[in-house]
């Protein structure tokens, strides 16, 4: 299509010229079929010019959404800790395909409809065509010249713009915090946020001066070219070695071949300036990350979890020092250990692959150890969603568990925004609904009844200690309550783990 688009451009620059030949020599008829015919190849022109662009945009929009797809992927595995770019989502999805997808295909378009005009131009006067052809290249020595600072100015301004909206999003997340601690860290925050602001802002203006500077340098060879061309062609005319109509033709087939190679050389500059945010969607992730934890699936009898020297390393600090851990099918378990001790690094460990970890883990599966956080995640979509997570064929055990556990007065079909304002204990509850509805073959539950008044705190405690799986529960408080109610307690000290019988 993008062919055809190109052809009956240049078409239309021969006929026009051929109109005015018919006109001057009184052949009306034939001005009249001339002018049918142009007036069906810009109609041709018109369709295939929609279609070309539709289906451009089409391929920019496919090759968009398998790249953030394969980023989704990346970012999707990536630790906890790790920052995630989600301007790679929105802002610079959008930059990238109006910049490099679009951009591209305007290059091949344009390339096409100059190579038109080159042939349309041997056609009328082989003299004209060549001049025609070694001006307008001029343009296309612009990305060559600028290329490089375009490239950097862009990388620039990318990396600012994560920085920016890193620190943004930090500061403002964090704002109950510094603002505890009066003007003078509010003034340091303050300070901090201009000073990035205005690099961020900065990197843009050059980035985009940049761009400028290269649009008016190629127009500006593009008009020297128009210059050198219509000099050559005012100089034939008066040799009579081209007519009028042919001027006409030269004329506007100009536009076809001055024009496109200047957009194409414009449109080469945002394809370069573009490249750094692609490579940010396609770089790959560090193998440094792998975890050290060797997991083994399988038949282990009796047993739900088996651990044998287990490591938990954060920088050159050990958290957690040859664990071993054994945990029967059934049994009831707590964890308990100070603050810091490394209950939680633990429970990840367990349950995902953790940096720093090392060491063996034996379980039925993969995902048969289930950690729920004490401070959850609950997603932006409907309550029932955020319990089943788009699995119907858990919604009746999901309802029958909301319902126990005293959620059945909820809106199950809303949707769980911050204005639904849910409580910390509906947030914790509707996180261990969605860990239990699938019957995990061990689940480990953080401070389940915390952020629960006594009743609700009962209810959910009596069914985790009921349930066939096996269950170790994180507190943080004196293990008394617990110990008759248990079959082991776990101790963490001294980033030793000890397993000590009840009773």
Not at 45 to 62: E, F, H, P, V
Not at 202 to 224: D, M, P
Not at 276 to 298: A, H, N, Y
Not at 306 to 329: C, D, H, M, R
């Amino acid at each position: 299509m993008l062919l055809i688009y190109a052809i009956t451009n240049a078409l239309f620059g021969i006929l026009l010229g051929s109109i005015i030949d018919v006109v001057i020599s009184n052949a009306f008829m034939n001005a009249l079929k001339y002018l049918g015919i142009t007036l069906a190849c810009l109609a041709m022109n018109s369709i295939s010019g929609l279609l070309a662009w539709k289906t451009a945009y089409s391929d920019g929009r496919d090759q968009l959404v398998r790249i953030k797809e394969k980023r989704f992927d990346a970012d999707a595995s990536k630790e906890r800790s790790e920052e995630i770019d989600l301007t790679l989502y929105t802002d610079k999805s959008t930059y990238l395909l109006d910049k490099y997808f679009m951009a591209k295909w305007e290059i091949v378009y344009n390339i096409l409809l100059a190579v038109a005009a080159i042939l349309a131009l041997i056609h009328i006067n082989w003299i004209m065509c060549v001049v025609a052809v070694v001006v307008s290249a001029l343009p296309m020595l612009v990305p060559k010249l600028m290329g490089k600072r375009i490239s950097a100015n862009a990388k620039d301004f990318a990396q600012n713009g994560a920085k920016y909206s890193n620190l943004t999003r930090d500061y403002l997340n964090g704002r109950y915090e510094w603002r505890k601690y009066g003007n003078e860290v509010g003034g340091q925050i303050k300070s901090r946020f201009h000073q990035q602001n205005y690099a961020y802002e900065n990197s843009r203006a050059k980035n985009e001066f940049g761009i400028y500077k290269a649009q008016v340098s190629t127009g500006v060879l593009g008009n020297i070219g128009f210059i050198v061309v219509f000099g050559v062609g005012a100089l034939l005319s008066v040799k009579g070695i081209i007519t009028a109509g042919s001027i006409v033709s030269v004329i506007q087939l100009l536009n076809y071949l001055v024009g496109p190679l200047s957009r194409a050389a414009g449109a080469k500059n945002r394809v370069v300036a573009a490249k750094p945010v692609l490579e940010e969607f396609m770089k790959k992730e560090s193998d440094d990350k792998q975890t050290g934890v060797l997991r083994e699936v399988g038949n282990l009898g009796d047993k739900a979890l088996e651990v044998s020297n287990l490591n938990i390393i954060y920088g050159t600090n050990p958290v957690i020092e040859q664990a071993s851990l054994l945990l029967l099918k059934g049994k009831k378990y707590i964890l308990n250990g100070r603050s810091g001790s490394g209950k939680t690094s633990l429970a990840r460990a367990l349950s995902e692959c953790l940096c720093g970890a090392s060491g063996n883990i034996k379980t039925k599966d993969l995902n048969s150890v289930r950690y729920i956080e004490q401070q959850p995640y609950i997603f932006h979509c409907s309550v029932i969603d955020n319990v089943t997570m788009y699995r119907d064929e858990y919604k009746e055990e999901a309802y029958s568990l909301l319902k126990q556990f005293g959620l059945d007065y909820l809106d199950y079909d809303a949707i769980c925004e911050e204005e639904t304002l849910l409580s910390g204990g509906e947030r914790y509850r509707i996180s261990l609904v969605r860990g239990l509805i699938d019957r995990p073959d061990v689940l480990i539950v953080d401070e389940p009844t915390a952020a629960l008044d006594g009743e609700n705190a009962r209810i959910v405690f009596e069914y985790l200690m009921g349930l066939d799986e096996t269950v170790l529960v994180i507190t943080h408080e004196d293990s008394a309550y617990y110990e008759n109610k248990v079959d082991s307690v776990i101790e963490i000290s001294e980033h030793k783990v000890k397993m000590l019988e009840v009773g």
